[in-house]
């Protein structure tokens, strides 16, 4: 029994629509267009494939000529129902493909619903493919409801319910059987329709051993595929009638409606077009032949009328040569003003060598440059955030006064823009590289919305946060670069709505093996973004405002996460309307995975520890940063001791033994790294941590290759200090 279709007669329904993005042509093409569309629709009703893929044919040279993505649609949607019929599917498949892209330039949304319908119709019957006809399916479902025309959302439900019947998951079906038999039998539905929802219905029934249900189904089913002589349905209907019967014990009554099957079924096969359909494939191939063989004609007729002119071609040879003696003459001529020219090509190769050189030193300057101001920014900003985390513990009341959130949130605030600054340097120089560590999307995205609980409070705004439940708990992949595409967006949405919502839905939209591809969609009632400013959003230093009200910012953000995207193989979508609100989505794949995250892998450290018994040495010159560290390891009753560089360390370590080592990097007269290469002269064992403002990227190697066993970057946050901390403390008890 084949599956609901937006059929052949519909499209000729169509054809007489008025269409606001079309002028009727009453030119010869457009005749044509017309004619051609006419005939393959008359041919495909017919079952006569082969003719009517002829007529799409030539109907598409003519609307090709006129650019009519309309009718293109409707021709390439006909091509692929004939080679549906004929069973070529995968040809049927590339042309419902084609179908669907016209479809889009036509902006018409009835032809996109139609379309991906009998896409899906190609996938379930034919590729057996159930996981993707219920995909393309639900996308017919979501244009056919934009347009609100109840027969249009009439067939994708129907599909849609038909193909879980099919997949035998009956509960999932179960639901879109009864919202379709609630169209029909309203006002909707002709009796070829009714049949087919009753007889799924029955089948569904049956499943659930409700018999008497299930009988009286197959009985109307039966009624109304015999008002219609639908000879596909009768076999099927009859087929599973029997296996009711003899499911309730009526083994006779099973018999008969077998051997009622078989009479059906006997009936088609005579009707059938199989035979039909065979010569059409062999009168494609036969016409292949012919076009082949014409072209072997005209080739020779080709060939022949080239010998014929070859006389002439000789004589003109001879007066070309002599032409030739002419320009010869005439290029030694120019010999000299070209070796001129060639002289100061050297010269000017020359100059863009030394101005390369120059450039690539100027690029060097420009990294050395960002990496100083990060770390002379970075050093005073530690100072601040860690002032401001300390005094949150030494007084907990702060938290809720609103000046110490301000100043809380603008150190954060500080940090994110210095640390955009030196992200887009860092992606414009190819030093980002995605890592692929476990991490948990859930407490990802909740701790994402947590950070900005302050600034959503100011602004009024409400977050709303859905995830799929389909989605994995533990996803394999870079979780930091996902986090700051994430902060950006929703940092984004905050900044310019007012008094508003900020929704952030994340959706599993494929599946296959272990991978699993998300859609994030980031959407807010604010202010929305100027259309003829959208083109622009993405550059870097942009910055989308009304003159009147001033909003903070550097204009990298969404520059970032276009670039990190990219590292992706993703992209962002805009769609977005002034006073109304944007909505920005992107699409990316990640593995599942069973390994734990990283934060999960680290609980037991915390539990085995006993921080009185630990006794870390802090060496660093800045005098705020040794307090601000020191204050910190005792608020968790560490024993702690400082030293002021590098040479004073050392001889703390002759002296007494330290289960850690906190190492400042950037340090006078010895700096961290030489320090540390003095003590695994000695010591082997004791961690080292470096405590650093410079990237991450940037100090990597040297550190490791000098014996430190990890770093933190300055400023921190208390969580993410202790966590390091007790990593390497348990390393060093096992």
């Not at 100027?530 to 909003?551: G, H």
């Not at 006073?579 to 609980?603: A, D, H, Q, R």
Request: hydrophobic share 40%; net charge neutral; charged share 25%.
């Amino acid at each position: 029994m084949k599956k609901t279709v937006y059929t052949t007669i519909l499209l000729c329904f169509l054809i007489v629509l008025p269409l606001q993005s079309q002028e009727i042509d009453k030119s010869k093409s457009s005749d044509s267009i017309r004619k051609y569309l006419e005939i393959s629709t008359s041919y495909f009703s017919k079952y006569k494939y082969k003719e009517a893929i002829e007529a799409a044919n030539l109907g598409i040279v003519y609307a090709s000529q006129a650019n009519d993505y309309y009718n293109l649609t409707l021709f390439y949607n006909e091509l692929g129902l004939a080679y549906e019929g004929i069973s070529d599917f995968s040809k049927s498949k590339k042309n419902f493909m084609k179908s669907i892209r016209f479809a889009k330039n036509s902006k018409n949304d009835t032809l996109q619903s139609w379309v991906y319908n009998n896409l899906g119709n190609v996938y379930s019957e034919g590729l057996k493919m159930i996981d993707s006809a219920i995909y393309y399916y639900k996308e017919s479902l979501r244009y056919s409801e934009k347009i609100k025309d109840t027969f249009e959302i009439l067939t994708p439900i129907l599909n849609i319910g038909w193909t879980y019947i099919d997949k035998g998951d009956y509960d999932t079906a179960f639901p879109y059987l009864v919202k379709s038999e609630n169209m029909i039998f309203t006002n909707h539905g002709d009796d070829s329709a009714k049949a087919q929802i009753n007889f799924l219905l029955a089948c569904y029934y049956m499943n659930k051993d409700k018999f008497v249900l299930a009988e009286n189904y197959f009985k109307k089913a039966i009624k109304y595929a015999k008002n219609k002589e639908l000879l596909e349905e009768l076999i099927e209907i009859y087929e599973q009638y029997a296996v009711l019967a003899k499911k309730q014990g009526k083994h006779e009554k099973a018999y008969n409606f077998l051997q009622t099957h078989l009479k059906y079924r006997d009936t088609l096969f005579e009707q059938s077009k199989i035979k039909e359909n065979q010569l059409a494939l062999a009168k494609f191939s036969v016409d292949d032949y012919k076009r082949d063989l014409e072209l072997v004609k005209e080739e020779q007729k080709s060939q022949e009328t080239i010998i014929r002119k070859s006389q002439q071609i000789s004589y003109v040879l001879m007066i070309a040569g002599f032409i030739l003696i002419l320009l010869l003459i005439n290029m030694f001529k120019n010999y000299k003003f070209r070796n001129k020219a060639l002289e100061k090509l050297r010269l000017k190769n020359t100059e863009l060598r030394e101005a390369k050189i120059e450039a690539e030193a100027q690029a060097n300057l420009k990294s050395q440059f960002f990496s100083t101001v990060s770390h002379e920014l970075r050093t005073p900003l530690y100072g601040v955030v860690g002032l401001t985390s300390l005094l949150s513990e030494d007084f907990p009341n702060l938290k809720n006064n609103e000046n110490f959130k301000s100043l809380k949130f603008s150190s954060n605030y500080l940090l994110s823009l210095i640390n955009n600054v030196l992200q887009i340097n860092k992606i414009e120089s190819q030093g980002v590289k995605l890592e692929s560590i476990p991490f948990n999307l859930k407490n990802l995205v909740n701790e994402v919305v947590n950070s900005f609980s302050f600034s959503a409070n100011q602004n009024r705004n409400k977050i709303h946060v859905e995830i799929d439940d389909k989605i994995p708990e533990i996803l394999l992949g870079d979780s930091v670069r996902l986090s700051q595409i994430l902060i950006n967006l929703i940092g984004n949405a905050i900044k310019f709505t007012e008094a508003g919502n900020i929704w952030i839905l994340i959706k599993l939209i494929a599946k296959e093996d272990k991978n699993h591809t998300i859609q994030f969609v980031i959407e807010d009632d604010g202010i929305g973004i100027p259309k003829e400013k959208q083109a622009t959003v993405f550059d870097k230093f942009v910055q989308i405002r009304p003159i009147e009200k001033n909003y903070q910012g550097t204009g990298l953000g969404l520059s970032i996460v276009k670039s990190l995207l990219q590292l992706f193989d993703s992209d962002i979508a805009l769609k977005s309307e002034e006073n109304i609100g944007t909505e920005l989505c992107f699409v990316i794949t990640f593995e599942e995975t069973t390994k734990p995250s990283s934060v999960e892998s680290n609980i037991a450290s915390k539990q085995i520890i006993d921080a009185k018994e630990k006794s870390i040495l802090v060496v660093d010159d800045n005098k705020i940063n040794r307090v601000i560290t020191k204050r910190i390891l005792q608020s968790r009753e560490y024993q702690c001791d400082v030293a002021v560089g590098g040479l004073e360390a050392i001889d703390l370590l002759k002296a007494k033994t330290y289960d850690l080592i906190l190492m400042d990097i950037n340090m006078p007269r010895l700096d961290g790294i030489e320090t540390t290469k003095r003590i695994r002269k000695t010591d082997q064992t004791t961690p080292i941590i470096a405590l650093t403002a410079v990237e991450e990227d940037q100090i990597r190697d040297k550190i490791y290759e000098a014996g430190i066993n990890d770093f933190i970057i300055k400023p921190y946050d208390l969580a993410e200090f202790h966590q390091i901390i007790l990593k390497n403390l348990y390393v060093n008890i096992i």
